[in-house]
T-cell receptor, first 111, second 113 residues
Framework: AQSVAQPEDQVNVAEGNPLTVKCTYS??????LFWYVQYPNRGLQFLLK??????LVKGSYGFEAEFNKSQTSFHLKKPSALVSDSALYFC?????????FGAGTTVTVRA | KAGVTQTPRYLIKTRGQQVTLSCSPI?????VSWYQQTPGQGLQFLFE???????NKGNFPGRFSGRQFSNSRSEMNVSTLELGDSALYLC????????????FGPGTRLTVL
């Protein structure tokens, strides 16, 4: 079985401040972890993924994520948030079968 | 390369009708997965097709079915529509490996009246 938890429904930050979106996972076996972003009335856009190797993964639009095996976490981070980063963010895990998504975190960046 | 395309983008149906949604994957991708997105249930996996064969299936009733053609294009069909089937249906394509990134289309917004 595999599952993903995004403990925060909403994250609010001021523009220019660091942004963190939390994700924890549960899988049997090695996890393959992904982050996606969704803007209103759009499909999901891929940001980054962790497969193996370096625990710090860099992705699109200045985002990065840190894989922590002991804490089973894969938090998404951006050093300096932009108003345009306001969107719905999904963490996903795939171990054996299909991609399983978390419930999503709505990020609002205020000017 | 062109991205994943889905048609139609919007659809309105009434209860009891059936509907067919179409997905054209990125050129060269052999895997197509379908997801249902609703405010209450979030993103739920429907099924995955790879080289014209259903490889994985989610926990949905038999009213939901799909197929994939030799050119990797995929269709999903929902029969005997219910109000609860109103959702955004997303398809995603990838090269097919477990570590490969899935790229999503814009979705089809289905409204059942």
């Amino acid at each position: 079985a595999q599952s993903v938890a995004q403990p925060e429904d909403q994250v609010n930050v001021a523009e220019g401040n660091p942004l963190t979106v939390k994700c924890t996972y549960s899988v049997s076996g090695n996890p393959y972890l992904f982050w996606y972003v969704q803007y209103p009335n759009r499909g999901l856009q891929f940001l980054l993924k962790y497969i193996t190797g370096d625990n710090l993964v860099k992705g699109s639009y200045g985002f990065e994520a840190e894989f922590n095996k002991s804490q089973t976490s894969f938090h998404l981070k951006k050093p300096s948030a932009l108003v345009s980063d306001s969107a719905l963010y999904f963490c996903a895990v795939r171990a054996l079968a299909e991609l399983s998504f978390g419930a999503g975190t709505t990020v609002t960046v205020r000017a | 390369k062109a991205g994943v395309t889905q048609t139609p983008r919007y659809l309105i149906k009434t209860r009891g009708q059936q509907v067919t949604l179409s997905c054209s994957p990125i050129s060269g991708h052999r895997s197509v997965s379908w997801y249902q997105q609703t405010p209450g249930q979030g993103l739920q996996f429907l099924f995955e097709y790879f080289s014209e064969t259903q490889r994985n299936k989610g926990n949905f009733p038999g009213r939901f079915s799909g197929r994939q053609f030799s050119n990797s294009r995929s269709e999903m069909n929902v029969s005997t529509l219910e109000l609860g089937d109103s959702a955004l249906y997303l398809c995603a394509s990838s090269e097919g490996g477990r570590t490969d990134t899935q790229y999503f289309g814009p979705g089809t917004r289905l409204t059942v009246l």
